[in-house]
Structure formats: structure tokens, C-alpha cells
């Protein structure tokens, strides 16, 4: 099979250790040279920001932090930023953190230490996410990618398990979507196919175990391969449908992940043989629909958008963003009547083995 295709590798340093994150982020400081200092953290995370930056000089704490990040957050944490002269952000959090960082960052080019506390991902990529008007817009700019990412799973074992699962699946529907993203090549195939490996292996060790840093490792890990292959191969389908439930609903961003995620790959699975293949193999099942639904059945995953708010009334809304968003070169012709069938059946959380089985392929390749 001869290759033909181009990759893009983002810089960025990735420091990994269980413990290590005060260390890590004082020495990253201090390479740096930076002076102004603002730590972004949840209210729910400040005792572990508070450790995170207890060996550096903080100029200011920010804790506005709000989900999908509306417009205004958004706008009220640059002028903190502009306001103290901000000079470096450490981000301590889950996705909405980085987001709100990242937010920032987009404006001032303030450059950002990323300290993730889930699974989520958004730290290694350089996609950021606004909601205003009920609509989520979503773009790339490299200036939001943060410099350095510090990794310790320590920081994770607070995460409930319920959330643990949910984040982690959230990363592996990153992996997923990067094996037919607008961009799908096969360095980030590779890439997204050790990430389900690892997150495969990790998740269930959290579930039978919340305190394995082992486990909580190779989540790390596996999040991380995520969202490195997604920031290659770009946002696809399951992606556009989650950014609408969210931003449009208010929809909880890592439970609507994890409830969507079998019907995505149910829909498109059979029109892509090679990246089935391989997620097959990841999950180490005969199928990758089957390895996917044997995970979620170890860690008892969200199963319904329905138990999160949405209803059937909100199906149409979805259709109509989604039609105009979603990638050309999807493996499966995505009509408004599809769509539908995906949309309801993750509604109320369906056998997602019915779906999608007499949708015609589409013309595109996929690695």
C-alpha cells in the first residue's frame, strides 16, 4: 500500500509523574522567566490548585469557571488577565478549565501551563470552544495550544468514579473520531489506536480500584494519545454532535460524550473496514462495536441523553446544525433521516447494533 498523505505534529512539552505536579510547574516557571503568574481553577479544585502552585509567586487566583465557556466568562477572565498584566496561566481542571485558559490565550497569546484533573483531553490540543447565543463555535488557533502539559495522577484519584468513567470516555471518543476526522491520517491512527488500548486497560483498574495510580495513569496516558491523534485529524462527526447537545442544550460535556459515543461508531464503522479493523484490535475484541460495548459494561457508562435533560422536541434543532457541520468526507452519507435514527436512538439509550446497518458508504478513504 503505497502513502500519501501529510501530518502536522503540534510542539509541546509533556511532563508525566505521580506526585510531581508542584515540582513540575515550579521548575516550568522558572524556565520560563515568567513574572505575572494567574492560577485558573474551579472552586471545586482550589485546595488542589493551592497544592498544584504552593512553590510559586501566584499574582492572581481566577475561579469563574463555567461549562462550554459562554462569551461572557470568557471576556471577564481577559480582563483579569489584562488587568494584572498577566504574563503565564497555570490551569488546574478538567476541560472547562483549559477551555476558560484557552479563551484567553485566543485574544492575548498568554501563553498557558495545562494541569488536567480528568480525562478530557483539551489540554494537548489547540482547539478552543466559545458558547454565546446558545451556539458552541469551535476553531484552531496554535496560540491556545498550552506550552506544557504536567501530568500527575495523583491529582485525578478525587474524581469520582461515575465522572472518571465518563472523562474517560470522552477521551476514548477522541481516539474514535480521529480514525475518520477530516484530517484522518496514519500517524494519528496509530496514535488514536494505542490511546483506546490504554484507556481500555485503565478504566476498568478505576472502577474496581479508585485509588490504582496505575489505573489512573494509563488514563492519563490514553487521554493524552487522544487528544494528540484528534488535534491532527480534526473534529468528525460524533464531535459536531456533542459540541451541539452541549452548547445548545447545556448538555454535561463528558456524560453526552460517553452516551453518544456506540451510536457514532455503530453508524460508521461498517463503511470504514480499516479503522474498525483497528479499533478492533485495540479493544482486543472480534469487533470494535463489541469491545466498545464491553467496556461501557465494566464501567456501568452513561447510556441516554435522556437521563441528562434532552428530549425528542430537540432532535430537529440538532439535525439541522449538524447537517451543515459535519465533514464531507464522513464514511457514511449523513442525511437528515439518519441523523435522526442516531440521534433518537442515543435519546433513550437503544441497542446501538440497530442502527445505521442499511446506510450506504461514502465514496471517501479512510486509513
Not at 485566543?106 to 489540554?123: F, K, N, Q, W
Not at 468528525?236 to 452548547?247: F, M, S, V
Not at 441523523?339 to 436512538?345: R, S, V, W
Request: glycine share 8%; net charge negative.
Amino acid at each position: 500500500m503505497s502513502l500519501d498523505f501529510t501530518h502536522v505534529t503540534l510542539g509541546q512539552r509533556v511532563l508525566f509523574g505521580a506526585g510531581k505536579a508542584a515540582e513540575h510547574v515550579a521548575a516550568e516557571v522558572a524556565r520560563l522567566g515568567t513574572k505575572k503568574v494567574m492560577v485558573i481553577a474551579d472552586e471545586r479544585e482550589l485546595e488542589l490548585a493551592h497544592e498544584v502552585a504552593n512553590l510559586i509567586d501566584v499574582a492572581t487566583w481566577h475561579t469563574e469557571v463555567v461549562m462550554h465557556v459562554p462569551i461572557e466568562v470568557a471576556q471577564r477572565a481577559r480582563r483579569v488577565a489584562s488587568d494584572n498584566a498577566i504574563d503565564l496561566m497555570v490551569s488546574v481542571g478538567g476541560g472547562s478549565t483549559t477551555g476558560l485558559a484557552k479563551a484567553i490565550a485566543l485574544t492575548s497569546g498568554i501563553p498557558i501551563i495545562a494541569v488536567p484533573t480528568t480525562y478530557a483531553g483539551s489540554e494537548a490540543t489547540n482547539v478552543w470552544g466559545l458558547t454565546e447565543n446558545e451556539r458552541k463555535t469551535t476553531g484552531t488557533d496554535d496560540k491556545v495550544l498550552p506550552l506544557t502539559v504536567i501530568y500527575d495522577s495523583e491529582l485525578t484519584l478525587s474524581l469520582p468514579v461515575a465522572m472518571s468513567v465518563a472523562s474517560g470516555l470522552n477521551g476514548l471518543a477522541h481516539c474514535v473520531d480521529s480514525l475518520w476526522g477530516p484530517k484522518a491520517d496514519p500517524i494519528n491512527a496509530a496514535l488514536a489506536a494505542e490511546g483506546i488500548h490504554a484507556l481500555n486497560q485503565g478504566l476498568p483498574m478505576i472502577v474496581e480500584d479508585p485509588s490504582s495510580i496505575e489505573g489512573r495513569d494509563l488514563a492519563l496516558y490514553g487521554a493524552y494519545l487522544s487528544a494528540v491523534s484528534f488535534s491532527s485529524a480534526g473534529s468528525g462527526i460524533h464531535h459536531k454532535l456533542c459540541h451541539i447537545l452541549g452548547g445548545t442544550f447545556n448538555l454535561p460535556h463528558a456524560q453526552t460524550h460517553a452516551a453518544v459515543l456506540p451510536y457514532v461508531l455503530a453508524f460508521n464503522a461498517p463503511h470504514a473496514p480499516e479503522a474498525e479493523t483497528r479499533m478492533a484490535a485495540a479493544f482486543g475484541a472480534d469487533t470494535a462495536l463489541a469491545g466498545l460495548q464491553r467496556l461501557r459494561t465494566l464501567l456501568d457508562a452513561p447510556r441516554a441523553l435522556a437521563d441528562y435533560g434532552f428530549t425528542a422536541e430537540g432532535i430537529p434543532t440538532v439535525v439541522e446544525q449538524a447537517l451543515a457541520i459535519i465533514p464531507d468526507n464522513n464514511p457514511c452519507e449523513v442525511t437528515a433521516d439518519n441523523l435522526t435514527e442516531l440521534l433518537t436512538a442515543a435519546l433513550n439509550g437503544e441497542d446501538p447494533a440497530s442502527i445505521g446497518q442499511h446506510i450506504p458508504a461514502a465514496t471517501a478513504a479512510h486509513v
